[in-house]
């Protein structure tokens, strides 16, 4: 049985060249988009529309490089590494710590530099909205649009461009943290694409990682309005017991997995009569060059406009 499967609609014979040349054209589309963005929409006074306008071009950017690699790209699925659905929840809760730890150390970093004298970031705070509609519109277009486009491009476009193996959801994760443009959270970026694209490897599954994404955002957008509510000690008091929760949980949820797992394969392992037929786990194949330069230019050209807008 070839332990390879299409993605359904998906599947089409490609050379690595012509596979790179589609990624690098998608990358560059990506960026450009997301560079012009600002500018297209600085007219706008309505804060609504200019914010409703920067997603839209945010969208663009994101679902129709997946469109375009759903109607053309090749891209090949192995069989996931957790298939039981219960322990895709766990891995889920303990990429959920992760990234939250990883929020902690980007703060962390950030209050050193700042205690330095220096700033890593020049932009505003989250516009956020009151009122009924005003939350729901805050909601809708920092937690779910971003969740879901970001996802897409990078968890699925990308990560399946460069061969969804464990090298591409790291490479991929890379490039996302570089889309942001900002070197303040280029950390909490980095640490949040690792996490979410190992967790797309393992299950094979975008869903989980969608849901993950918008359960961050939920998180750091409540607090930006509990910032704003609340007295200065109530607020980080609360901030903390979040947090904490979100790292016990998720800690406890690896404990509990790796102990599963252990034992899962230690079984496997004891009824296995004759070494010579035990099953051989399958590797990665390697990343051919032509992806590697592909990513190196997207991260050269991203990583010069991100320290561009910091000097300027």
């Known amino acids: 049985m070839n332990p390879q499967a299409q993605i359904p609609g998906v599947g089409k014979e490609r050379t690595v060249s012509e596979t790179a040349a589609f990624t690098a054209c998608i990358l560059l589309f990506h960026l450009l988009v997301l560079l012009l963005a600002p500018s297209l929409c600085r007219a706008i006074e309505d804060p609504y529309l200019h914010i409703a306008a920067l997603k839209v071009f945010q969208a663009v950017a994101c679902l129709l490089p997946a469109l375009l690699f759903r109607l053309w790209g090749d891209a090949r699925e192995p069989a996931p590494l957790i298939k039981k659905r219960g322990e895709r929840f766990l891995c889920s809760f303990v990429a959920l710590a992760v990234v939250s730890g990883g929020l902690q150390l980007n703060v962390s970093v950030n209050e050193f530099f700042s205690s330095l004298g220096l700033s890593l970031s020049r932009q505003g705070s989250t516009v956020v909205f009151y009122g009924a509609f005003g939350v729901a519109f805050t909601a809708f277009v920092y937690v779910v649009i971003p969740a879901v486009c970001e996802e897409v ?13 464990k090298t591409a959801a790291i490479l991929s994760a890379f490039c996302f943290a570089f889309s942001h443009l900002q070197i303040s959270g280029f950390l909490y970026a980095l640490i949040a694409g690792i996490a979410l694209g190992l967790l797309v490897y393992a299950t094979r599954r975008l869903l989980p990682a969608i849901l993950l994404h918008g359960a961050l955002n939920a998180v750091t957008l409540l607090l930006v309005y509990l910032s704003r509510l609340l007295p200065a000690e109530t607020y980080l008091m609360t901030e903390t017991a979040i947090w904490f929760a979100i790292l016990a949980a998720g800690t406890g949820c690896a404990l509990f997995l790796s102990g599963r797992l252990f034992r899962r394969r230690r079984e496997t392992a004891s009824t296995v009569i004759d ?3 035990a099953p051989v786990p399958l590797r990665d194949r390697p990343m051919p060059l032509a992806f590697w330069i592909v990513a190196a230019g997207y991260l050269a050209v991203a990583g010069a406009v991100m320290i561009g807008k910091r000097l300027i």
Do not use: H, N
Not at 153 to 165: C, E, K, V
């Open 153 to 165: 491009f990078f968890r699925y476009t990308l990560f399946y461009s460069f061969g969804g193996t």
């Open 275 to 277: 070494p010579e037929i």
